[in-house]
């Protein structure tokens, strides 16, 4: 069975999609770009505060979900330049310093409102824990 999933503290959707979707003990989170939930303006003058702000958002989705970072076993990061692979990684790297994901990172002719990166995540609940 699968179920949405919802937080006030991440953008709405700027599309016809919800921001997670819980599948058994798996969560999918839609693809986040570096969006203020407060205005749904983009936000940030670079790649890496655009990662920090879509991590921002991934993080208040992961809490709505009763996960956290540790939780997350899968991640894909869009680039709109590898140019900016190094910046993403110090930002994305504060996040999941220990035991991080697998991950893909693609490069991408365009993402959504001109973003310069967009993150999506699968996280798993553990065993017997919370979510």
Do not use: C, W
């Not at 969006?35 to 303006?41: L, M, Q, V």
């Not at 310093?97 to 973003?115: C, E, G, I, W």
């Amino acid at each position: 069975m699968k179920s949405p999933l919802h937080s006030v503290h991440a953008p709405q959707p700027i599309g016809p999609y919800t921001q997670a979707m819980r599948a058994g003990d798996f969560v999918f989170i839609s693809g986040q770009i570096a969006i203020d939930p407060a205005n749904g303006k983009l936000v940030g003058a670079d790649a890496g505060e655009q990662a920090a702000q879509a991590l921002k958002n991934i993080r208040a989705i992961l809490t709505a979900a009763g996960l956290g970072f540790a939780e997350v076993v899968k991640t894909t990061i869009f680039l709109k330049s590898m140019d900016d692979f190094a910046k993403v990684n110090a930002v994305y790297e504060e996040h999941f310093d220990k035991d991080p994901p697998a991950r893909s990172t693609v490069a991408v002719a365009a993402l959504p409102m001109n973003a310069m990166v967009e993150i999506e995540v699968i996280a798993m609940r553990r065993p017997g824990g919370a979510g």
